[in-house]
């Protein structure tokens, strides 16, 4: 008899868990996971995915309107939300089949319910207790809302994706990646969206100018942003509708169909019995981890979004891998998360990698800035207003490109690229050297002269 009945007990089958649990069973270790929704997590069932999809669907608009200037004629076209949705149902519902079928084809015991940690080697499922010598806890994280008279009238990024018809009038809140993402999805698909940030500029954390200049694009599809407001309340008056007060205006309450809240995330630790195992959760909620992923429990590991770290698909992924090698592999292993490009679905979308301006200046005695602002060749015939910023931030002594932002189409495919050319210590030289690739936006890249240079004391 071993002696215990699974050498790994994974809890939660998003990114993170699923691949720790695989890559666990790949080194021949026994291996169980438990989730108590739907095998894939945020990313697949109500994140990365359908989001992504509801991008490609809303920017049609812009494209049959755009077309025209290429010499098409297109007659009105029609917009069917239900289908949209039973279509991304379709394909969420074949990813999550596909997330359960490669467990289980890698040898994972696959259950489907949600799991509690009973003391360091002892989960317990649907009231059934299994010892396990190692438990990694990857539960994700769930959307945050603050608690304002009426906030249960308000969506989440839960329940819009599912929604039976697209609102026509929409509110918002918050100023983060869900936020403007969703505030083009919606608009492209024919709503009225206005989005109500607290703060002073859309996108806290990224380059200023990446900010400024996603505001004005998306001012430019006729998002109305307000900015430095807070919700005060939120009431349901006649024929359904929402009356939200906001702070600072004078001009009375505004109406909507639905009221969006993208506020941030918080840590999924409820009902896991962390306080009863003595598991150590950091002022936010988020498990405690070493660069190992091991909390204070020896025997009991967290990765992804639980741990209130980079909440990104990838960084999960990382982490759930490393704590698998390091457990069952070759040994001791620290994700490697020295450079993490990101991207922002918005529209036109956002890429970036490696520091702002302000954080670069706040590191280096001297950078150098190079930009260009410009309208690509698709936009000089289909007449639409759009431009493109892109941004290199390099250090003055060494001329290692620290930064590359980047705002408009394509944006998150090109910085992948580049990515690796940073993480690899390129030189502002090394992007002089690279031959263009003409014609594309993203020659940009190697193209760029003009500079600006600042430094942190002057
Ligand atoms: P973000 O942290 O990106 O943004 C949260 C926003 O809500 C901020 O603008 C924040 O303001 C505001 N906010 C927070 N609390 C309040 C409050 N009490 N009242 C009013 N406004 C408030 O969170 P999201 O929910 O957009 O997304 C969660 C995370 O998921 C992201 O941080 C990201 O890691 C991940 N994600 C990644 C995506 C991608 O890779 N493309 C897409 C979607 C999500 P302030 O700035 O002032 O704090």
């Given amino acids: 008899m071993p002696e215990f009945d699974y050498q790994f007990f994974v809890i939660g089958g998003g990114s993170g868990g699923v691949r720790s649990a695989r890559i666990a069973a790949g080194h021949g270790a026994r291996v169980a996971i438990s989730e108590g929704y739907r095998y894939g997590g945020t990313c697949v069932i109500r994140g990365c995915v359908p989001k ?25 076209a029609r917009f069917s939300w239900p289908q949209l949705i039973a279509a991304k149902n379709q394909e969420i519902a074949r990813l999550s089949e596909l997330y359960e079928s ?47 008279p009426g906030i249960e009238l308000a969506l989440t990024s839960n329940e819009v994706f599912d929604l039976p018809q697209l609102p026509q009038r929409i509110l918002i809140v918050g100023g983060g990646y869900i936020a403007v993402e969703f505030a083009g999805i919606l608009k492209g698909l024919g709503a009225q969206v206005t989005l109500c940030y607290r703060g002073e500029q859309l996108l806290r954390g990224f ?14 599809k006729d998002i109305r942003i307000l900015l430095q407001s807070d919700i005060v309340r939120i009431e349901r008056v006649a024929a359904g509708a929402l009356q939200v007060e906001i702070s600072g205006r004078s001009q009375g309450p505004l109406l909507f169909d639905a009221v969006l809240y993208a506020t941030g995330r918080v840590p999924n630790t409820d009902g896991l019995g962390l306080a009863q195992v003595g598991v150590e959760v950091d002022s936010a909620g988020g498990v405690r981890v070493d660069e190992y992923g091991r909390t204070n429990i020896p ?17 999960a ?16 292993t620290v994700a490697d998360l020295t450079v993490v490009p990101s991207a922002v679905f918005s529209q036109p979308p956002i890429g970036t990698v490696g520091l702002s301006e302000t954080d670069a200046l706040a590191r280096h005695d001297v950078i150098d800035i190079y930009r260009a602002n410009f309208r690509s060749l698709r936009q000089t015939l289909s007449g639409r207003d759009e431009r493109t910023l892109i941004k290199l931030i390099v250090d003055g002594a060494s001329q290692r490109v620290l930064g590359a932002h980047m705002v408009g ?14 993480r690899m210590g390129a030189t502002k030289a090394d992007f002089d050297a690279t031959v263009a690739l003409h014609p594309t936006t993203a020659e940009e890249f190697v193209t760029l002269r003009e500079k600006t240079t600042r430094t942190r004391h002057g």
């Fill in 52 to 76: 992504k999809l509801l991008v490609y669907a809303s920017h049609f608009s812009d494209d049959f309107a755009d077309a025209q200037g290429f010499g098409w004629s297109v007659p009105p």
């Fill in 102 to 148: 490669n467990l289980r084809r890698s040898g994972v015991k696959v259950l489907h319910s949600a799991a509690r940690i009973l003391d360091a080697h002892t989960v317990e499922v649907d009231g059934r207790p299994f010892s396990a010598q190692h438990i990694l806890i990857a539960t994700g994280g769930r959307p945050f809302v603050p608690s304002i």
């Fill in 207 to 220: 380059d200023d100018d990446v900010r400024q200049h996603l505001h004005g694009e998306m001012s430019k």
């Fill in 299 to 315: 025997s009991i590991h967290a990765v992804g979004d639980v741990t209130n770290r980079i909440a990104l698909t990838p960084v």
């Fill in 317 to 332: 992924i990382r982490e759930g891998a490393a704590v698998a090698n390091t457990l069952f592999g070759p040994g001791p």
């Fill in 409 to 422: 189409a394509d944006a998150p495919e090109i910085i992948q690229g580049l990515a690796i050319a940073i």
